[in-house]
């Protein structure tokens, strides 16, 4: 418990230094993570990109969800944010530095192949139009055939981004969660 108020106090001293970078004032609930895990399908993905992990507390999640031999590329821009989630002993994760515009650079450095699953928590409504149209482009073109992008928002705006590309998708709400966040899942058609 102290850990995850430890957690939850650095995600918010995070929140006020950088508002832009990060989507919400407190970490995911664990109503929210177990939804992003059975919509997002990774207890049968070999290899998983989390954009934005914050904390980790959906790393973790992840992490204990997914198959044993499958990898995951745990994507973090703030560099405190990111020093959490090195810090999780677990070699099926890679926690890397850096800007989820460069996936595909990323992915290539780590030799990892087209990701079967991609969950976001990047808050694209402060994001610059173009930087997130240069994601969701990214995920798009790197995205296996089947694949699925989730992202997790406040704000409607990732689906205006995904539209061109990935069609209108899916979406649900998590009330439990503060605040209440829209999952939005597509599917990239099998080509």
Known sequence: ?????????????EFLKHPLQIGSVIPSSRFLEKRILDVSGVCSA?????????????????????????????IEINPH???????ISDNRLIAHLG?????E????????????????GIPFSTMSHRSGLQ????????????????AYQVSKRVAE?????????QMEVELLNIPPVRIYQWEKNGR
């Open 1 to 13: 418990m102290a850990k995850r108020l430890n957690g939850q106090f650095a995600f918010f001293q």
């Open 46 to 74: 070999k290899t998983i990109v989390e954009l934005g992990s914050g904390t980790g507390g959906t790393t973790r999640a992840i992490l204990k969800g997914m198959p044993r031999d499958a990898r995951l590329l745990s």
């Open 81 to 87: 944010l990111h020093g959490s989630v090195s810090k």
């Open 99 to 103: 800007d989820a515009c460069e996936l």
């Open 105 to 120: 650079t990323i992915l290539g450095r780590y030799e990892m192949g087209r990701p079967e699953v991609v969950i976001s």
């Open 135 to 150: 994601v969701v482009e990214a995920i798009s073109s790197l995205l296996a055939p089947n694949g699925r992008f989730v």
């Open 161 to 169: 981004l995904c539209r061109p590309l990935l069609g209108t998708g």
